[in-house]
């Protein structure tokens, strides 16, 4: 299979067809992914959580998620892969981009960070030094201790507005990705039509253009899963036809449904 891009990843936005992006942090299930048809991973700092045993991302080091971009690069060498820059990493542009050569050197193709519009300058000397950046908004979970907890986010109009406003500053800023967290299904179809680039969805319903999950919540192992987690072993009874059960109900608009969504 040919290695997957960037400008793939937006023609398939041009052409509505909607993909499935999942976690993993290992090369086993990497190679497993991609064999099913698995075209773009996220090294996501969620392995704080699936892979530690902590109770939040804040823990996890870039040392840590360089040695599991590693793992996956050697399990699906032509996966595009996606590493998430962890907490404080990426507290000023300069320390930016020191981070995120050490996690591309590691096999990234593209860096993920969490926040709004002061992220714009971070963004803009990134793209300027060969790094693609992925944001993530809505329900950004290295800001816990500020949420007050892991809720759905832009729900009142003041809110939903800024995150509208955030994501436009974003992708003029230079950002080609974007994660959107645990928010209405109507905030996060209004995203997807504003911007131009593929916008991934996670508890946001079925417009955006692509989704994203924990494999461990598409997989059943997590103990108390999220209302937009779907356990598709369960439906499928092995690993292989899970993922493949997956990837086709998000191509076909079933997963996420309604009761995976937020009104
Ligand atoms: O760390 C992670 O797995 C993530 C996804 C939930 C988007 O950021
Ligand atoms: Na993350």
Request: glycine share 10%.
């Amino acid at each position: 299979m040919k290695p997957i891009s960037l400008a793939d990843l937006s023609q398939f936005k041009k052409d509505k067809h909607k993909f499935a992006t999942i976690t993993a942090y290992d090369s086993s299930f990497a190679q497993l992914f991609a064999e099913q048809g698995i075209q773009v991973i996220l090294v996501g700092d969620s392995l704080g959580m699936t892979i530690q045993g902590e109770s939040s991302t804040l823990p996890v080091t870039v040392e840590q998620i360089a040695y599991h971009t590693r793992c996956v690069r050697k399990g699906a060498p032509d996966t595009f892969i996606i590493s998430d820059m962890p907490f404080m990493s990426y507290a000023t542009p300069e320390q930016a981009c020191h981070n995120a050569a050490i996690l591309m050197q590691a096999g990234a193709n593209m860096v993920k960070i969490e926040g709004g519009s002061w992220l714009c300058d971070t963004i803009k000397m990134l793209g300027e030094r060969s790094v693609p950046v992925c944001g993530h908004l809505g329900l950004t979970p290295q800001a816990v201790n500020v949420l007050g907890g892991y809720k759905v986010q832009g729900r009142d109009e003041v809110t939903a507005n800024q995150l509208v406003k955030d994501a436009i500053a974003l992708e003029n800023a230079g950002m080609q990705l974007l994660v959107l967290e645990c928010v209405p299904t109507s905030l996060a179809n209004h995203v997807t039509e504003e911007l131009l680039l593929p916008v991934i969805g996670i508890g946001a319903g079925n417009g955006t253009d692509g989704q994203i999950l924990v494999m461990q919540d598409a997989l059943g192992i997590t103990a108390r899963p999220p209302k937009f987690a779907k356990n598709f072993l369960a439906q499928a009874g092995n690993i292989h036809d899970a993922v493949r059960m997956y990837i086709q109900e998000v191509e076909e608009g079933i997963y996420p449904g309604e009761s995976h969504s937020f009104s």
